[in-house]
């Protein structure tokens, strides 16, 4: 299932209740229920990846880029499966930001930041919102840096991308 077929989940528990109020607002379990909730097709839903980047605290679709071009120039299609990957592999922003402001307090000239394994570009996001410069990012997945690239243009020359796995006997090569 991909986003452009979102359906809301049916769940409702062993009593019947449909796990929606009155106002159209969702009920929640307790830790009373005796009874496992029962989804209405007997199937969960795959969460879509813009429920996966606000559960991550990312604006909406941040990993939404489009068709996107690789370090190689190999063209790549939009699709929702690297989508998925760069999110279960970044870092959920609510606590980072929390983090970024009180780093960011503490110090009395504006705080520069350089993003190791930056992945979908998180850390810069925060940091950038808590007034500092993210000055750099190193990122060697290829959906990873093309987001980063996207939401930080004026940072594409300073993004190092290592394409290769350092082996005994090879040095990293850019």
């Known amino acids: 299932m991909n986003a452009s ?28 229920e005796k009874e496992r909730p029962i989804v209405g097709t007997s199937i969960v839903r795959r969460l879509t990846p813009l429920e996966c980047e606000r559960l991550q605290g990312f604006p909406d679709r941040w990993t939404d880029i489009g068709e996107w071009v690789d ?73 990873c840096i093309a987001v980063t690239k996207y939401h930080f243009p004026e940072k594409e020359d300073q993004c190092q991308t290592y394409t290769t796995i350092n082996q005994p006997g090879k040095p990293i090569s850019e």
């Open 71 to 143: 370090s190689k120039g190999k063209k790549h299609k939009e699709a929702d499966s690297p989508r998925y990957k760069a999110l279960g592999n970044s870092i959920a922003l609510p606590f980072w930001q929390f983090l970024a402001r009180r780093i960011c307090a503490q110090y009395e000239r504006p705080v520069t930041m350089g993003s190791l394994f930056d992945g979908i570009g998180g850390f810069p996001l925060v940091f950038e919102r808590c007034g500092a410069k993210a000055v750099w990012a190193s990122e060697i997945e290829e959906f």
């Open 5 to 32: 077929h979102e359906q809301p989940i049916m769940m409702s528990d062993r009593k019947g209740h449909n796990g929606i109020t009155d106002n159209g607002t969702a009920t929640t379990l307790t830790a009373q």
